[in-house]
């Protein structure tokens, strides 16, 4: 997430950040009566291939560690590279939509990968073409329900929303004007992140996890006291953490810290000898489980009681919000219209005529979608349809909301309050058990993906509005950039599904559809679950929220497995030791950018490289010696490459000059 800088973005009009007079118009770097080249054949294809690449990497690292990386910034800077190596004229148009059609890719993980993955958790049968049209249907949607809400956004509210990530893209591509630098230094670091995370997954040369167990004192610990330190040595995890920075870095890995040197013990010393504590069904002895048994068994339902609470106390934050979409929504809609709005290029959306047809013909083939593919009753699907309809559109303009003050959509929490409330009303309307599941999760991911791409794409049109875009040929394109990103994601998580899964030892962590699974199966199965773990990590979250600490980060942290957090906080010290060796503040700055740099392509190449491993096992190819990569040996060669591969970010971030800023 990035900071609002609040100063001036350099190339930019002087008025870019501030508060329009009454009667001034903002006038953009591209001028509304010229005409930017914006649609060509370059600027699509190159938008449609990033949409590709890193749908496929945003989805990999997001099941992994249960964080989706933000796509536009990289993006932005591929774009740029790519523009000033192929010297175009008037690139800035052209950028702005291969970042525009390229940014579908993580919002359409987002949605996809927080409830899908939870069909396969629970053993249901999950379809190609049910993970693909949920996640198009909802991409198509978030687009439909944020267009008459655009004016009022990125003009109306001129100067008083921050908009944290459209600052930072925006200022990647008016700097990509003078130079390709950054697109070197994103190469450079993608293909080293890239190599070194696809010898650990594809030849298994040091091992993927260190552990305190390799040493006497370790194992000692582990087995007497159910303490032990795990780490991921992976160069993308490090990365993520480089991005989050320090301040949530370390909020998350405290949530891991309480639940690993807290929580694991005490329940380990209180329930030896008991077979079944806490009501969760367990069959065997407390003493005779590892730390990471005791983790999995118990502690994680804490992680899930907390992360459902932080999302009920963000929609309570945002009802305000709601309240105000509703009638700014009818106001859109019926109000009376200002024909000068299609005077000036700048100022053209697709006519509200279109929209309205648009959003009537995606309610039919979703009813279709829904009664043919997922239910075969006509009474439930028009009860999913209209549990989709209404709840995308009162949370649309609380995800643009959310993303235009503090960079961030609460997507997860609003998906889980979604579930909740679709798993009620469908037991209420007679559909139940596994059926009622699929139901609950395919509608799950269709509000899901619309309210991440309804979050997402008022970045693009804010970014647009500050550059001159034409706002009707972003939101055109946008549509094919989801229709795209939709088919990758979904055969994305089927490979990953068949290489990793997501239960078992060695299985991609799907943090948030973990939860979601865990949530609804009893709502809809009348099995027992530990509903008192779940009370405590909801007391947890109320607590951590009356300190004014990030519940939502604290119980992610509880949740996801501690060798995925602990390199969050390696790469957050140092973007923190990066920024702060000089007294210069410019050459911190230009220090932390370039890390930043450096990191987006730690992640990148490596989730790239890690989708492409996986690939290779699907098809049958694996050159792992499980033997050697399982050794103390591998373990310990595993912790001096981390070290090295971080020493590298350090030395490569210090080489930040002031003038590259």
């Given at each position: ?24 118009e ?8 010229s005409?930017?080249?914006?649609i ?12 590709v ?7 990999y690292?997001?099941?992994k560690i249960g ?5 536009a910034?990289?993006i932005a800077?591929?774009?740029v590279g790519?523009?000033?190596?192929m ?5 800035l ?8 059609i ?9 949605g996809?990968i927080f409830?899908i993955?939870a ?7 999950a ?6 049209l ?5 991409g198509i949607?978030?687009i ?8 009022y956004?990125?003009a109306?509210?001129?100067?008083k929303f921050?908009f ?5 893209t925006t200022e ?13 230094v994103l190469?450079?670091?993608g ?8 010898i650990i997954?594809?030849?298994g040369?040091?091992?993927?996890t260190?552990t305190t167990?390799?040493f006497?004192?370790g194992?000692?610990l ?5 303490l032990?330190f795990r780490?991921n040595?992976?160069a993308?995890?490090m990365?993520?953490g480089?991005?989050?920075g320090l301040?949530y ?5 405290a949530?891991?810290f ?8 005490v ?12 009501g969760?069904?367990?069959t065997?002895?407390?003493?005779a489980m ?7 068994q ?5 992680g ?7 999302g009920i ?7 305000k919000i709601?309240r ?5 929504g ?5 109000g ?9 290029r700048?100022?053209?959306?697709l ?7 648009g ?6 083939l ?22 989709v309809?209404?709840?995308s559109f ?19 929490g ?6 909740i ?10 559909l139940?058990g ?11 991911g269709?509000v ?6 309804a979050?997402?794409?008022i ?6 509005y ?5 706002p ?5 394109w ?8 939709a088919l990758?994601?979904g055969?994305?998580?089927?490979i990953?599904n ?11 962590a799907?943090p948030?559809a973990?939860a ?12 027992p679950?530990?509903?008192t ?6 007391i ?5 929220t009356m300190?004014k600490v ?10 996801i ?6 390199p ?11 920024s702060t060796?000089?007294?210069d503040?410019k ?35 694996n050159?792992v010696?499980?033997e ?26 210090l ?7």
């Amino acid at each position: 997430m990035s900071e609002h800088h609040g100063g001036q973005i350099k190339g930019l009009p002087e008025n870019a950040y501030s508060e329009l007079k009454p009667g001034e118009e903002y006038k953009p770097l591209m001028p509304a009566d010229s005409t930017p080249q914006e649609i060509t054949p370059y600027s699509v294809i190159m938008g449609l291939l990033m949409a590709v690449l890193f749908s496929a990497a945003a989805a990999y690292l997001g099941l992994k560690i249960g964080q989706v990386f933000e796509a536009a910034i990289p993006i932005a800077i591929i774009a740029v590279g790519v523009s000033t190596l192929m010297k175009k004229n008037g690139s800035l148009g052209q950028n702005v939509i291969i970042q525009s059609i390229g940014q579908n890719s993580g919002l359409i993980v987002a949605g996809a990968i927080f409830t899908i993955p939870a069909l396969y958790i629970l053993n249901l049968e999950a379809h190609f073409f049910q993970i693909f049209l949920a996640s198009a249907f909802g991409g198509i949607l978030g687009i439909l329900f944020l267009i008459p809400f655009r004016k009022y956004f990125v003009a109306e509210m001129h100067g008083k929303f921050p908009f944290p990530e459209a600052t930072a893209t925006t200022e990647v591509l008016v700097a990509g004007e003078k130079g390709g630098k950054q697109a070197l230094v994103l190469v450079v670091s993608g293909l080293i992140g890239g190599v070194y995370d696809f010898i650990i997954a594809t030849f298994g040369w040091w091992s993927e996890t260190f552990t305190t167990r390799v040493f006497g004192f370790g194992e000692m610990l582990a087995d007497k006291f159910k303490l032990v330190f795990r780490l991921n040595v992976g160069a993308a995890v490090m990365g993520l953490g480089y991005i989050v920075g320090l301040k949530y870095a370390a909020i998350i890995v405290a949530g891991s810290f309480v639940s690993w040197y807290l929580l694991v013990p005490v329940i380990s010393y209180i329930g030896a000898g008991l077979t079944e504590p806490f009501g969760t069904g367990a069959t065997k002895l407390i003493s005779a489980m590892t730390a990471e048994e005791i983790f999995r068994q118990y502690v994680r339902h804490i992680g899930i009681g907390g992360i459902a609470m932080a999302g009920i106390i963000g929609i309570i934050r945002s009802s305000k919000i709601i309240r105000d979409a509703i009638s700014l929504g009818v106001k859109e809609v019926f109000g009376k219209k200002d024909a000068s709005n299609s005077v000036f290029r700048t100022q053209l959306d697709l006519p509200m005529k279109t929209i309205v047809i648009g959003i009537v013909a995606t309610a039919i083939l979703l009813l279709a979608f829904f009664h043919f593919g997922v239910l075969n009753n006509l009474g439930w699907a028009l009860t999913g349809l209209l549990i989709v309809l209404i709840i995308s559109f009162l949370f649309t303009t609380v995800a643009a909301n959310a993303i235009a003050i503090v960079g961030t959509n609460p997507v997860s929490g609003m998906t889980l309050m979604t579930l909740i409330l679709s798993s009620i009303i469908l037991t209420s309307v007679g559909l139940k058990g596994q059926q009622g599941m699929i139901a609950a999760l395919i509608i799950g991911g269709v509000v899901c993906t619309a309210l991440s791409m309804a979050g997402g794409f008022i970045t693009d049109l804010k970014i647009g509005y500050w550059l001159g875009s034409t706002p009707k040929k972003q939101e055109q394109w946008k549509f094919l950039g989801v229709l795209v990103s939709a088919l990758t994601v979904g055969f994305v998580i089927m490979i990953l599904n068949e290489t990793y899964g997501f239960v078992g030892e060695s299985a991609l962590a799907a943090p948030q559809a973990n939860a979601m699974a865990a949530v609804i199966q009893p709502l809809m199965d009348q099995q027992p679950a530990p509903w008192t773990l779940y009370i405590v990590g909801a007391i947890l979250a109320l607590v951590l929220t009356m300190i004014k600490v990030p519940a939502l980060a604290f119980a992610l942290g509880m949740y996801i497995p501690l060798e995925l957090n602990t390199p969050l906080l390696v790469g957050g010290l140092i973007a923190h030791y990066v920024s702060t060796r000089s007294k210069d503040e410019k050459l911190n700055n230009a220090r932390k950018e370039r890390g930043t740099l450096i990191a987006s392509g730690f992640i990148a190449g490596g989730a790239l490289m890690g989708v492409i491993s996986a690939f290779l096992r699907y098809l049958g190819y694996n050159w792992v010696n499980v033997e050697w990569a399982e050794s103390h040996s591998a373990e310990l060669l595993g912790i001096v490459m981390f070290a090295v591969i971080c020493f590298y970010m350090i030395w490569d971030s210090l080489r930040g000059k002031a003038e590259e800023d």
